[in-house]
Every structure is written in C-alpha cells, then in structure tokens.
C-alpha cells in the first residue's frame, strides 16, 4: 500500500494442512443493496448477516447522509427506518466513500434523480477509478456533473429536476451501471429501460422485487444471453427483512487454499450460489477441484449452500471470456490455482480487471513473477505456465499489492502452499470484503502475520 500511510505488512509461511469449518461474511453486493433499498424504502427494513466491513460501513453512513436512520442491534441485526423514494434530504456534507466503487456508483445513480446536490470522494484508489460509464447513461436522465479530469473523483452530482427515463444498452458488462441506472429509475416517471448483452449479478433485480416491486413495474425479459431490465416510475419500496448470505467472492480463497494444501478437509459454509456468481466454482471444478455442495437450500431470495473443499491435482484449462461477470472478481485467485496447476490456463475478455481496485491483470503478473510463476500479460486476460503442483512454486516473494484487497488476500493464500513464504506490504484494505480473514485462515492452520511475528 505504498499510495497511502497505516501499511499493515504481512507474512504467510507454508503449512502442511488445512483443516476445520469456516463461515464467511455477508455478501457484499447484497450488503450494499439492502442498506440502500432499506434507507428508500418506507417502514422498516431489517438486514441479518451484513458484511461489516469498511466498504459496506461506508454505505451506511452514506445513507445516514441522506435521511435514514440506520442502527446495529446488540443482538447483530441491523434495522434501518427510510425516508421514502421521495423523502431523501440533501446531504450536509461530501459523502467519503473510502474504496468502494460499486457504493459510490450505485449512490451516484441514486442521487441523479434527486432534485439536490451530492458530493462523493474517496481514498486513492477510488479516486482513480473511472467514473464516465455511469455518468453517461445519468446524464441522459438529466443530471449533471462536475468531476476530477478523466471523470474521477472528487465528484459532485447535480440531480436532475426533471427526470428523463432511457433505455440504455450497457457497453461494458457491469452489474454497477446496470444497478445505478434502476436506482435512478425509481424516482423517474416513465419506464427506463437497461438491456445487457450478457447477464451480470442481479441482485439488485431481486431485492427490489423482496422489497415490493411486482411484475407490473420491474421486468425481466431474456432472449438467448440479452436481457432487458425494464421498470417503470416513480415506483415506492416497503421495508423487508433481508437475510444476506456468505459471499461467494470470500469464500474463493478459503476454497482455492483448502484445494492446493497438501493434506485436510474445509467446510465453508453458508455461501451464496447465485447462478451469476458462480464461474470460479464452475472452472475450479473444469481444473479437477474436488469441490462438494452440501445442504442445499435459498436465503435472502438467492440459493446457498455449504461447501466441502479436498486437495486436489488441478490441471490448466482455457477460461471462455462470456464467463467474465460471473467471476470478475475471483481472477486474482483464480490466478494462483493456474500457478499450482499442471499445464498452461489461459483467460480472455476480462479487460475489466484493469479498472478494478487496482489494475489487476498487472498487479497479478508482478506478483506471481516475484514468486517465480512465469505469466503472461495480455490486455484483457493473462496466460499461466502451471508450476505443475502448489509445492512447485517457488514462492519468496514480496508483493505490492496496490492497496487492493483481493490482491493482499489471493498472494497469502499463495504463502500458504507455496515452496516459500510469500510477504506482501500490506493487508490494511483486507477489511473493506473480509474483516476476519486472517483469523479465519490461521484457524483452519494457515501461519499469517507480520513478518518477524507470530500466527
Ligand atoms: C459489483 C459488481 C462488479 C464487481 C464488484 C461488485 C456489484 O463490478 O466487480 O465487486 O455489487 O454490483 P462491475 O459491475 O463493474 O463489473
């Protein structure tokens, strides 16, 4: 985390095995979700099993911002009291965002069809984020906006007086566009339209539909891979009870350790399955992962279930670009699978990991070159010569992870197995998905700390 001071340096040295039960944190894309459709909606909304991390706390005090009351019972559940599609206030003050792309992007959509101002800021990260493919489409709603050059933050929103619906065909597969148009589309009279060329997460979709929108105002059409999102405005949300699941995303690294270390058995349970969500399982499975569900059953409007992980001889396998969105942010750990595996893995079409928390396409290929994994950078994917077995790779290295979380996470897993242990120089944004990561890994028998320290 060199862009930034309070750097949290961490060792991960080889363990012989990996063993035990975990449960991961909520969903972060569910999390953000309730937390905004809960401070919209009317009554109250009561949320069990919020990630508590820094991005989803963010949210919270964001929608604070705007009018709801928003609280934490002692008992873990959080209740939050909305002000009603209409009833939003202009907040007081600049809503900082810290690293959250996808909180930022939706409440920008949120914010374009109110008739006030918000000013949105973030860490560095965020702030170089591009911010042009949701200012597009909420421009031609009617709002305007003043940013940082290249459409970054710092970045106000001016909110339209009057709304304009749109029917929008996304450019890039992006389930934070899709999501910032629709949160738009509730305070715009008229039906807005967003059609996708192939499928992303939808959440958003689902909970609008657990927070009382029927078929006469939010539909869902498909044809072949395009889908056409349509709802129609101003439309009102009732408070609900949402129970967020695992996040898949977490849970990938307890599930890409338990299958490269040598000896064990992990249980990761409650995990979200959203068929959107679920590329990396599928690909692991297509490498020979030994990966069982287990009781399966729905939370939260979305199935889950319990997975049962085994060491396993991976082997290389060419990933399809159409399973991008599925598994845009399982890349990185996928990464280190393709280094333990036997035989090349190769991954195209995901070009959108270069606009992610950091760039990374290259944040991976340094890092798996200072560990001595031969990657090949290409602009939209990588290529990977398999080291043939985790044991095999060589490890030692130290890693920058460019204040990205999923980066931090995927290299300790990579310490865990490899021939060597692997340091990288900082785990501080850990927190933002996955506050209790290095706990959770050090009791199923990982040896994560500070280098000189003891796990
Ligand atoms: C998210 C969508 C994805 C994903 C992000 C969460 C969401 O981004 O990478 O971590 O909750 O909508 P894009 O929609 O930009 O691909």
Known sequence: MSESSGAVPLKSSPVPRLAGEITVPGDKSMSHRALILGGLAIGETTVSGLL??????????????????????GDGIWRIRGCGVG?????????????????????????????????????????????????????????????????????????????????????????QVKSAILLAALNTPGITAVIEDRPTRDHTENMLRLFGLDETVLRVETQGSLRRISLTGPAELHGAHVDVPGDPSSAAFA??????????????????????????????????????????????????ADLRIRPSALHGVEVPPERAPSMIDEYPILAIAAAAAKGRTRVSGAGELRVKESDRIAAMARGLEACGVAIEECEDGFIIEGCGAASAIPGGGSVTTHMDHRIAM??????????????????????????????????????????????
């Not at 990761?268 to 399955?273: D, E, Q, Y």
């Not at 900082?426 to 998905?433: E, F, N, P, R, W």
């Open 255 to 304: 599930v890409v350790a338990a299958l490269l270390a040598p000896e064990g058995e992990v249980l990761v349970r409650n995990v979200a399955l959203n068929p959107l969500r679920t590329g990396l399982l599928q690909t692991l499975s297509e490498m020979g992962g030994d990966i069982e569900k287990c009781n399966r059953r729905q939370a939260g409007g979305e199935e889950i």
């Open 87 to 175: 009833g939003l206030r202009e907040p007081a003050n600049v809503i900082e965002m810290g690293n959250s792309g996808t909180a930022v992007r939706l409440l920008m959509g949120l914010a374009a069809t109110m008739d006030f101002t918000t000013f949105f800021a973030g860490d560095a990260s965020l702030s170089a984020r591009p911010m042009g493919r949701v200012l597009t489409p909420l421009s031609h709603m009617g709002a305007h906006f003043v940013s940082r050059s290249g459409n970054r933050l710092p970045l106000a929103v001016i909110g339209a007086e009057t709304p304009q619906p749109v029917e929008y065909r996304l450019p890039v597969a992006s389930a």
């Open 410 to 455: 995927s290299f300790l897993v990579l310490g865990m197995v490899a021939a060597r242990p692997v340091g990288i120089d900082s785990g501080a944004m850990i927190a933002t998905s996955y506050p209790g990561f290095v706990a959770d890994m050090n009791r199923l028998g990982a040896r994560i700390a500070p280098p000189g320290g003891r796990a």
């Open 52 to 73: 508590e991390g820094d991005d989803v706390l963010h949210t919270a005090a964001a929608m604070r911002a705007f009018g709801a009351r928003i609280e934490r019972g």
